[in-house]
């Protein structure tokens, strides 16, 4: 797999068929039988690490209750995919909009389940207002790191004790040269914006489980810039729990081996690893990551090769999705004293944020449920994956 995360303006894409797999690992989506008895996912993974799954905005809002029922039943972890980021929650100085956020508290409390706080502090959806004064000019440092130090206070300290991991900090680290990305909160606060905020989660909620989340940090290039980051945050004392591999991988090529070294390596540290975004998408792209402001752009021609089912899931693919899911928790399971949780990035495949990247109005299969709400080959892969094994 081609590791470069660069994107050429116009991608020349070459297209593996998928493989003749060999279908007795996975049970194909056709003897899929509905009689087949759907056993709660969660029961398979007690005892080893929390499975769990992004709910969407339109899930809190009541417009997609099939997939809510589904996470109550089957995930005993669940993560705002977009509703307790800083735009939403706080889109205007003082003004917080905690509507969504506590029905996501509500879902997990109903279903015992834990949430996640996704997230702090990120580059991407944050509202311009934490870094301008009135004039639009740009605020001093002190009033920038105030600014963060108030949302972080006011987010955590509302769920103090019913939230019990944040992701406080969100993709820092710089894909190009050097260590850290060039975000408004460097620009505003100064490299120290990652411990302040760190300290500020932990003050809110002293018993709040604190997370590092990036992608590609389990691989070669960026792994290093990762291990460094956080070993200055433990030199510094700053009060960081765990590390979050988001892990927005595709079939060709689930980068796993890099994966391993990862856990080992931020397992070493005494950080305990959570995968956090989980999704393995089947649709062919040269792109790696999620950087959120990369797009690619498609003729229609290429649209054509890109997007090859529109009219569904080809059984061979969805067996191979599978198997590679499989290999995943494999890993995952074999690294469980050392996982804290493992999140599917969503749970249908029609709300995948990978519908529409890096390439707009696909058709992308990358989770564990179909777009009927009906669990895929990969559900029942990975639930015989964990029952394999001890807690
Ligand atoms: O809510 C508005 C809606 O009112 C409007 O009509 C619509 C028109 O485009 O946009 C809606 O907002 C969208 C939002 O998701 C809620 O659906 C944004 O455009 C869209 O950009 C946003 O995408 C989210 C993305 O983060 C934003 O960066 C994805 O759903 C979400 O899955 C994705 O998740 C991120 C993680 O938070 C961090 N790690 C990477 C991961 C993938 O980018």
């Given amino acids: 797999m081609n590791k470069s995360i660069l994107l050429l303006a116009v991608p020349i894409v070459v297209v593996a068929a998928p493989?003749?797999?060999?279908?007795?690992?996975?049970?194909?989506?056709?003897e899929v039988t509905e009689t087949q008895a759907v056993t709660p996912l969660k029961n398979a993974f007690k005892g080893k690490f929390r499975i769990g799954a992004a709910?969407?905005?339109?899930?809190?809002?009541?417009?997609?209750?099939?997939?809510?029922?589904l996470v109550k039943t089957h995930f005993d972890s669940v993560t705002?995919?977009?509703?307790?980021?800083?735009?939403?929650?706080?889109?205007?100085?003082?003004?917080?909009?905690?509507?969504?956020?506590?029905?996501?508290?509500?879902?997990a409390e109903q279903s015992g389940g834990s949430v996640v706080g996704h997230t702090l502090?990120?580059?991407?959806?944050?509202?311009?207002?934490?870094f301008q004064g009135k004039d639009g000019q740009p605020v001093t440092r002190e009033v920038a790191l105030a600014r963060l130090q108030a949302h972080i206070k006011a987010v955590v300290g509302r769920y103090k004790g019913r939230i019990k991991e944040w992701d406080v900090v969100n993709e820092a680290i710089n894909d190009g040269p050097g260590l850290l990305r060039q975000t408004p909160?460097?620009?505003?606060v100064g490299e120290d914006y990652l411990a302040e905020a760190f300290r500020a989660a932990h003050e809110a909620d002293p018993d709040a489980i604190l997370v590092y989340?990036?992608?590609?940090?389990?691989?070669?290039?960026?792994?290093?810039?990762?291990?460094?980051?956080?070993?200055k945050l433990l030199d510094q004392k700053v009060p960081i729990h765990a590390v979050g591999i988001q892990s927005h991988w595709r079939i060709e090529n689930?980068?796993?081996?890099?994966?391993?070294?990862?856990?080992?390596?931020f397992s070493a540290l005494g950080l305990k690893v959570m995968i956090t975004e989980l999704d393995m998408g089947v649709l062919p792209t040269r792109y790696q990551g999620a950087d959120v402001s990369r797009r690619e752009a498609m003729t229609p021609e290429q649209m054509a090769v890109m997007n090859p089912y529109t009219k569904g899931l080809p059984d061979e693919v969805a067996v191979k999705h599978g198997e590679k899911l499989k290999e995943a928790f494999d890993l995952f399971l074999k690294y469980r004293k050392n996982i804290g949780r493992v999140t599917l990035w969503g749970v249908n495949d029609g709300h995948s944020w990978l519908n529409n990247f890096p390439v707009r109005g696909r058709t992308d299969y990358p989770l564990l449920f179909d777009r009927a709400l009906k669990p895929k080959p990969a559900f029942f892969s990975i639930q015989k994956a964990a029952e394999a094994v001890g807690k």
Avoid at 22 to 29: E, G, K
Avoid at 58 to 69: F, K, R
Avoid at 254 to 262: D, H, Q, V, W
Wanted: aromatic content about 8%.
């Fill in 80 to 107: 705002a995919e977009n509703a307790m980021k800083p735009a939403e929650i706080q889109p205007r100085e003082g003004e917080f909009t905690f509507a969504n956020a506590d029905k996501l508290v509500e879902i």
């Fill in 254 to 265: 689930p980068p796993l081996a890099e994966t391993e070294k990862a856990i080992q390596e």
């Fill in 185 to 188: 909160w460097l620009k505003a």
């Fill in 55 to 69: 709910v969407s905005t339109a899930m809190l809002q009541g417009q997609d209750d099939g997939s809510t029922q």
């Fill in 213 to 231: 989340n990036d992608y590609n940090i389990e691989l070669d290039y960026k792994r290093p810039k990762a291990l460094e980051l956080v070993k």
């Fill in 19 to 30: 493989l003749a797999m060999s279908r007795n690992s996975t049970t194909p989506m056709s």
């Fill in 121 to 130: 502090v990120w580059h991407s959806q944050t509202p311009g207002w934490f």
